[in-house]
T-cell receptor, first 113, second 116 residues
Framework: GNSVTQMEGPVTLSEEAFLTINCTYT??????LFWYVQYPGEGLQLLLK?????DKGSNKGFEATYRKETTSFHLEKGSVQVSDSAVYFC????????????FGTGTQLKVEL | EAQVTQNPRYLITVTGKKLTVTCSQN?????MSWYRQDPGLGLRQIYY???????DKGDVPEGYKVSRKEKRNFPLILESPSPNQTSLYFC???????????????FGSGTRLTVV
């Protein structure tokens, strides 16, 4: 079946540090890949997505590249801010139809001054 | 404003007392889904619906019921809640793929349920 594996948190960084959150997946065919963000006390928001190999999704300074050869979709940001503190979820939807999102377990990011 | 609205936000109930969590979306989306979020487990799908009167089980459907009588509403029903259903619940909706591309789910703000 489909699955998503994320690095365990929490991840604690100083403001302006570089961020990487690793995500790898298992799926048949060509899934679409997503990063969602959950701020404290809120629901999930779509952060970025990529729908085919080598696509790069980007939003709010965050980027992730769909790597088919390594089945990965790592989230990166060059300079984090305190306001980026949240839980980040990697997710996939299988190719070929259907709308079921499969999530990773989430990675908590805490950014300190 | 396009949104998914869940109610209530917080609920404490006792074992065995039937409850319903409501979910409504104003985007005319075909797909709706319920997830539960538990520490260390991420989000797991409970039930989903592809359109009115079309529902199916997700990964963890035991102890839950849903209905989709109208396109905008997708209530989650716990007929006899138990403490292991204490969790954070999210409703989400999405349109069907457009040109083969999927544009993402919109999530509600969540319902924190405690069953004692």
């Amino acid at each position: 079946g489909n699955s998503v594996t994320q690095m365990e948190g929490p991840v604690t960084l100083s403001e302006e540090a570089f961020l990487t959150i690793n995500c790898t997946y298992t799926a048949t065919g060509y899934p679409s890949l997503f990063w969602y963000v959950q701020y404290p006390g809120e629901g999930l928001q779509l952060l970025l997505k990529a729908t085919k190999a080598d696509d790069k999704g980007s939003n709010k300074g965050f980027e992730a590249t769909y790597r088919k050869e390594t089945t990965s979709f790592h989230l990166e940001k060059g300079s984090v801010q305190v306001s980026d503190s949240a839980v980040y979820f990697c997710a996939l939807i299988p190719g070929g139809g259907g709308n079921k999102l499969t999530f990773g377990t989430g990675t908590q990011l805490k950014v300190e001054l | 404003e396009a949104q998914v609205t869940q109610n209530p936000r917080y609920l404490i109930t006792v074992t065995g007392k039937k409850l319903t969590v409501t979910c409504s979306q104003n985007m005319n989306h075909e797909y709706m889904s319920w997830y539960r979020q538990d520490p260390g487990l991420g989000l797991r799908q409970i039930y989903y619906s592809m359109n009115v009167e079309v529902t199916d089980k997700g990964d963890v459907p035991e102890g839950y019921k849903v209905s989709r009588k109208e396109k905008r509403n997708f209530p989650l029903i716990l007929e006899s809640p138990s403490p292991n259903q204490t969790s954070l619940y999210f409703c989400a909706s999405s349109s069907d793929r457009i040109g083969g591309e999927w544009y993402g789910y919109t999530f509600g703000s969540g319902t924190r349920l405690t069953v004692v």
